[in-house]
C-alpha cells in the first residue's frame, strides 16, 4: 500500500475502505437467507476482523453449519494486494476450488477493484461473495443465526446492552482495532503521532474500566470483549514492534493483562489464536512496505507469550466463580 493509493488522504493517514459487500442476513425479503450448509466462511488467522469471527461461530456451535476456508498468513506475489490458499492441498480452497480470496469477489461484481479482505461470507450454492461487513459479522451470528446455536449457547449480544454494547465497540473500533492499523499505515508522523495518542489515551481508560470489572460489561463476556481481545492478543506479538505501537505492551497494563489472559482461557479464544502466523504476516508479509523494508525477512523470535497460560485472578472481579456467559 503506497501513497496515493484510496486508503491514504493526503494528511498521510490511513482512511480503512468501505465493505462492498453489506447485504444483511435474515428473514426479512432482500435478506440473505439464514441456512445451514449454504455459506462457507473465509478467513485468515492473522486477521482480527476475521478472527473474531472465528470465535463467536466457535463459541456459539455453528462450526457444522457454516464451513471455513482458511488463506495463507503469506501474501502472494501478485501485482495487486489477496490471499491466497496455499495451504490447501494444490493450493485452492477444497470447497470453492479458488486460489486466490480475489476470485470470489470478481464472481460476485466483476468490476471489483478495492483491496479483497477478509472474513468474507461465500454462498456455495450461488459461488459468490454475499457478505464482507467484518463490522456487523459476529451481531448476525449472535441473532438470526440463533435457530442453529449449540444448546445452551452463550448469549454475547443480550437484547438490553445492545445499545451500550453498539456504542462501546465503535469506540474499540475507531481508536483500537483500526486504531493499531492508523498508526501503523500511517504515511506521515503527524498523523502517525495523532492516531498513537488517541490509541494509548483509549486503551488507558479501558485499564481503568477494567480495575473494578471482569470483563467489560461485568460478570458476563459480550461480543465487546471478543473484539477488543482480536487486538489486545495481536498486540504484543506483532503491532508493539510492526506498526510502531511502542509506548508500552499489553503485558504492561496490569488490568488488560490479566483480562487477556483470561478470556486467552477461554474456549473459543486462545484455541483459535494462531501466533506464529500472526507473526509471519505482521513481521513478513505486510503489504504496506516493500519487499526490501521488511527487516531482510527475519521473523523475530519474541516475545515471550508463555504467559497467557498463568493464573489470572480476575474472578475475583466478578460475583462468579468460574468464567461464565450469559445464556
Given at each position: 500500500m503506497t501513497k496515493g493509493t484510496k486508503e491514504i488522504n493526503a494528511d498521510?493517514?490511513?482512511n480503512r475502505q468501505k465493505n462492498r459487500f453489506t447485504t444483511p442476513f435474515g428473514n426479512e425479503k432482500d435478506q440473505l437467507p439464514v441456512e445451514a450448509g449454504?455459506?462457507?466462511?473465509?478467513w485468515s488467522?492473522?486477521?482480527p476482523w476475521a478472527h473474531r469471527s472465528v470465535i463467536v461461530r466457535k463459541v456459539l456451535g455453528l462450526e457444522e453449519v457454516i464451513s471455513l476456508g482458511t488463506a495463507?498468513?503469506?501474501r502472494p506475489r501478485l501485482p495487486?494486494?489477496?490471499w491466497e490458499f496455499s495451504l490447501d492441498e494444490g493450493g485452492v480452497d477444497p470447497v470453492l476450488g479458488i486460489k486466490y480470496i480475489s476470485e470470489i469477489y470478481k464472481k460476485a461484481a466483476p468490476d471489483f477493484t478495492g483491496r479483497p479482505t477478509v472474513p468474507v461470507m461465500v454462498d456455495v450454492k450461488e459461488q459468490k461473495a454475499v457478505n464482507n461487513d467484518y463490522f456487523k459479522l459476529t451481531n448476525y451470528l449472535e441473532t438470526v443465526w440463533a435457530p442453529f446455536h449449540k444448546e445452551n449457547a452463550p448469549n454475547l449480544y443480550p437484547?438490553?446492552?445492545r445499545a451500550e454494547i453498539d456504542a462501546l465497540n465503535d469506540i474499540i473500533f475507531h481508536d483500537v482495532n483500526n486504531g493499531v492499523y492508523k498508526c501503523g499505515f500511517a504515511q506521515s508522523q503527524e498523523a502517525y503521532e495523532a492516531a498513537y495518542d488517541?490509541?494509548?489515551a483509549r486503551l488507558d481508560e479501558l485499564e481503568e474500566r477494567l480495575a473494578t470489572k471482569r470483563f467489560l460489561f461485568g460478570d458476563y463476556i459480550t461480543d465487546s470483549d471478543v473484539r477488543l481481545y482480536a487486538t489486545l492478543v495481536r498486540f504484543d506479538a506483532a503491532y508493539y514492534s510492526a506498526f510502531k505501537t511502542n509506548r508500552n505492551r499489553i503485558v504492561d497494563f496490569p488490568n488488560l493483562w490479566g483480562y487477556l489472559r483470561d478470556l486467552y482461557q477461554t474456549p473459543g479464544f486462545g484455541d483459535t489464536t494462531d501466533f506464529?502466523?500472526?507473526?509471519?504476516?505482521?513481521h513478513l508479509s505486510n503489504h504496506i512496505a516493500d519487499d526490501d523494508q521488511k527487516g531482510y525477512n527475519i521473523l523475530p523470535k519474541g516475545p515471550d507469550l508463555s504467559g497467557l497460560h498463568s493464573q489470572h485472578n480476575r474472578a475475583g472481579l466478578s460475583n462468579k466463580t468460574e468464567k461464565f456467559f450469559i445464556h
Open positions: 498521510g493517514s490511513f449454504r455459506y462457507r466462511l473465509l488467522a492473522v486477521c495463507s498468513p503469506m495487486h494486494v489477496d437484547e438490553h446492552l488517541i490509541l494509548f506464529h502466523a500472526i507473526k509471519v504476516h505482521y
